[in-house]
């Protein structure tokens, strides 16, 4: 069977990934699958033509809210018919689904599960799921695909820039270039969201082309449209610890001062949060050139809601702005002595 995951690296703590469960009998997997709050799936068939009898098991397993789930057809070893991932919310919260009015929905999915920080898509088919109808050509598939997509979000009032991840399968009838044209056309020339492009041998109700994927279920777009917009937005997330903002706002490739912004959050997420602490900018010089900016701040740091800072000291922050927004590319700094 061939891996396919989301990328996990870009949920928060309130999660847990199970890797993909095989077996024989499709109550076996479901019957193997951890209890919580599941709220997201992939299934994956040795044969697309069990789809009906799969989704007569799996409904019996998620009487309420069933996850957002994504199925595909896969090379399974050992004779197995079936393979389910899942992931569970371990929050407090109670899981939201989300689901376009006027839009028919005959099999144990639903279209969106919301949690207070992460906004889960279930497999959209090039499909109209009203009338079974699948468009004439690969293009038209794929734009089915994005044009559902957008219905989706626009029902949970999430944006496409807040797309963390997708991943599009496709059957050999529509080319990657299909796929790639309608990633550009949707998310845009510089789009941010990680996108994978698979192609597997057959996806669900005789459709070609398929996909799913992660949002963030807050809206950061405002933090980047300008220097002085992230450079708050900077000082903010990492006084609150909201380190999807700090992601949002940050480079793929941005470094605080050597640390990757992964390493920099592994190291450090666990004793800022216990000790409260939080970073306030007390002064800045801005030097901007078309699309590069430099700021050199100074800051204090304190603890909690206690005003008194306990170290100062300055930063030097690089922003680079591509297309209509600014990316956090580096973080330098050093304490007063």
């Not at 996990?8 to 847990?16: K, T």
């Not at 569970?88 to 839009?103: D, I």
């Not at 430099?294 to 304190?302: K, L, P, S, Y």
Request: aromatic share 8%.
């Amino acid at each position: 069977m061939q891996a396919i995951t989301l990328f996990f690296s870009l949920l928060a703590a309130d999660y847990r990934h199970i890797d993909a469960i095989e077996c024989k009998a499709f109550r076996d997997c479901m019957e193997k699958l951890p209890k919580g709050k599941v709220v997201a799936t992939t299934v994956y068939l040795a044969d697309i033509a069990d789809y009906a009898a799969m989704n007569a098991v799996y409904e019996t397993y998620f009487p309420a809210l069933k996850p957002a789930r994504n199925t595909v057809a896969a090379k399974l070893t050992g004779g197995a018919r079936m393979a389910i991932n899942a992931t569970l919310y371990t929050g407090e919260a109670e899981p939201r689904g989300v689901s376009p009015a006027n839009v028919t929905n005959t099999v144990p999915i639903t279209p969106g599960i919301l949690t207070p920080d992460r906004f889960f898509i279930a497999g959209i088919l090039g499909r109209d799921s009203n009338t079974g109808t699948i468009p004439a050509t690969p293009e038209t598939q794929v734009q089915m695909c994005f044009t559902r997509l957008a219905n989706v979000l626009n029902t949970a009032h999430v944006a496409p820039s807040q797309m963390l991840q997708a991943t599009v399968y496709h059957t050999a009838t529509v080319s990657r270039e299909a796929v790639e044209d309608g990633l550009a056309r949707f998310f845009g020339p510089n789009r941010t969201v990680a996108t994978t492009i698979l192609e597997v041998p057959a996806l669900a109700l005789g459709a070609q082309v398929g996909l799913n994927g992660v949002a963030l279920a807050q809206d950061f777009a405002k933090d980047v449209e300008s220097v002085d917009a992230i450079v708050k937005a900077l000082y903010a997330s990492i006084s609150t610890q909201n380190w999807d903002r700090l992601r949002y706002i940050s480079h793929p490739t941005a470094r605080l001062k050597t640390s990757t912004l992964d390493e920099y959050i592994s190291r450090n997420a666990k004793a800022m949060e216990e000790q409260k602490f939080a970073e306030d900018e007390l002064s800045r010089k801005e030097l901007i050139f078309e699309n590069l900016a430099t700021i050199w701040g100074d800051f204090g740091i304190r603890r909690g809601s206690d005003p008194a800072y306990i170290r100062k000291g300055v930063n030097s922050i690089q922003l680079f702005r591509e297309g209509t927004r600014w990316w956090v590319m580096n973080v330098n700094w050093d304490n007063a002595r």
